[in-house]
């Protein structure tokens, strides 16, 4: 079975780099990678005699986490819209059906196209997250703190967003399973900042939106997590401790161990459904 898996996934992996949706993440990449560095770099041209070296690495940090939800928005976009056509579209093809009237259980197809999916949406938006560091560093002289636990949460926001793609792809057609899943990442997104302005307030009705929502669907307590480690430790007392909530580019605390266990939990389960689904879908 663990061959099978390997050399779904392997293939997946082939087919996701030819269709035009890689090019299409490539350019709009190249393009934020562009526009962010010659930003950057007017920043550092018109600020170095009037900000202190503090205030310069706040805005850098607030500037950086502004731009990698860029990233991740269109990681989002893409891998979901990757997602769909990469199962239902097969399903509806009839590829699926030829593939697996030889002796292979459906569990391992869809789990073997899972794990390329997975693997394609975490590398492309670690090595984007890296590129965007690389370019920060050379403009304007600012490191995020904790680097590769930002990215590798932003690697885990994909994976959430991708199993939610699979597991709507194997019951609604490849398009509409894209648009769901785009449309639930933004919505998290809002109701997280909707809670945010409410925990500022210290009204407890609104603040709660948004615990819920990251309950619901983590890719939202995930980003806010990958922010704490791209922001400067300073940030907070900038902006007056927890009344940083409010702002959506700063996240006050990192991640509990509970809350990545949840999420890993969440992913099971998804994942678990999306199986079920497509064992019992009629080919």
């Not at 393009?31 to 706040?58: H, K």
């Not at 984007?128 to 370019?135: N, T």
């Not at 809002?190 to 890719?219: K, M, Q, W």
């Amino acid at each position: 079975m663990t061959r099978v898996v390997l050399t779904v996934a392997g293939l997946t992996l082939r087919e996701a780099a030819r269709r035009r949706v890689l090019l299409a993440l490539a350019l709009l990449t190249l393009v934020l990678l562009a526009l962010s560095g010659w930003g950057f770099s007017r920043f550092a041209a018109e600020s170095g005699g009037t900000l202190t070296s503090g205030e310069a690495r706040l805005t850098a940090s607030i500037l950086l986490n502004l731009v990698m939800f860029g990233y991740s928005l269109i990681a989002a976009l893409g891998t979901a819209f990757l997602a769909g056509p990469t199962l239902a579209g097969e399903t509806e093809s009839g590829i699926a059906l030829a593939v697996l009237a030889r002796p292979i259980r459906r569990s391992a197809f869809l789990l073997g196209k899972w794990l390329g999916l997975v693997t394609f949406g975490s590398v492309f938006v670690v090595l984007a997250g890296l590129s965007q560091c690389l370019v920060v560093r050379a403009t304007v002289d600012y490191w995020p703190p904790e680097p590769a636990t930002a990215l590798a949460l932003l690697a885990a926001q994909t994976t959430v967003l991708l199993t939610l793609a699979v597991l709507l792809s194997s019951v609604i057609s490849p398009m509409a399973s894209g648009v769901v899943a785009v449309g639930m990442f933004c919505t998290t997104w809002v109701a997280g900042v909707v809670g945010g302005i409410g925990a500022s307030l210290d009204n407890e009705a609104v603040a709660r939106v948004g615990s819920v929502s990251r309950v619901l669907l983590p890719t939202d307590g995930l980003w806010r997590g990958a922010m704490h480690g791209f922001q400067d430790p300073s940030a907070l007392l900038q902006f007056g401790g927890a009344d940083g909530e409010a702002f959506p580019f700063l996240s006050v605390a990192p991640l509990t161990w509970a809350y990545l266990a949840w999420a890993a939990v969440w992913v099971a389960m998804v994942w678990g459904l999306a199986a079920v689904s497509f064992v019992r879908r009629d080919l």
